[in-house]
């Protein structure tokens, strides 16, 4: 399950687990809602989500059907390979995403119209950073 000695998550466990969400998500399918139709705990769902469990492939089948996508929908495609060491970026914006808070921000960040609102946000979160958290 892991990439490494540190017990991090395969790249391939965390993809999917975050296509899962995104579509989760898209679908406003709670995980509560996700988790009784595929038979596990909510807890469950919030694993596979970050990539901490790995997805059986009759699991990931029952999700998809749920989800009404195919499985093939949840793997990464040539041109989603992890990124190179140098794409800290799209790294980042993975690690965000996969928050419990990443995507609700993600979603309502684009709707904050005026651009010195949308920049006093983008303060604040750098001052947290700054400050430890």
């Given at each position: 399950?892991?990439?490494?000695?540190?017990?991090?998550?395969?790249?391939?466990?965390?993809?999917?687990?975050?296509?899962?969400?995104?579509?989760?998500?898209?679908?406003?399918?709670s995980q509560e809602?996700?988790?009784?139709?595929?038979?596990?705990?909510?807890?469950?769902?919030?694993?596979?989500?970050?990539?901490?469990?790995?997805?059986?492939?009759?699991?990931?089948?029952?999700?998809?059907?749920?989800l009404k996508t195919?499985?093939?929908?949840?793997?990464?495609?040539?041109?989603?390979?992890?990124?190179?060491?140098?794409?800290?970026?799209?790294?980042?914006?993975?690690?965000?995403?996969?928050?419990?808070?990443?995507?609700?921000?993600a979603d309502c960040?684009?709707?904050?119209?005026?651009?010195?609102?949308?920049?006093?946000?983008?303060?604040?979160?750098?001052?947290?950073?700054?400050?430890?958290?």
């Open positions: 399950m892991a990439d490494g000695e540190d017990g991090e998550a395969h790249a391939v466990d965390r993809h999917v687990g975050l296509q899962i969400r995104l579509r989760r998500k898209a679908l406003q399918v809602r996700l988790a009784e139709a595929i038979g596990v705990t909510f807890q469950q769902v919030q694993k596979y989500e970050r990539g901490a469990n790995r997805v059986s492939a009759s699991m990931l089948w029952d999700i998809a059907r749920v195919h499985p093939a929908a949840f793997f990464p495609g040539e041109h989603d390979a992890e990124p190179a060491a140098a794409d800290q970026v799209l790294t980042s914006a993975r690690a965000f995403l996969l928050t419990p808070e990443g995507i609700d921000l960040f684009p709707r904050v119209r005026r651009p010195g609102a949308r920049r006093a946000v983008l303060d604040l979160v750098r001052a947290c950073v700054r400050d430890g958290g």
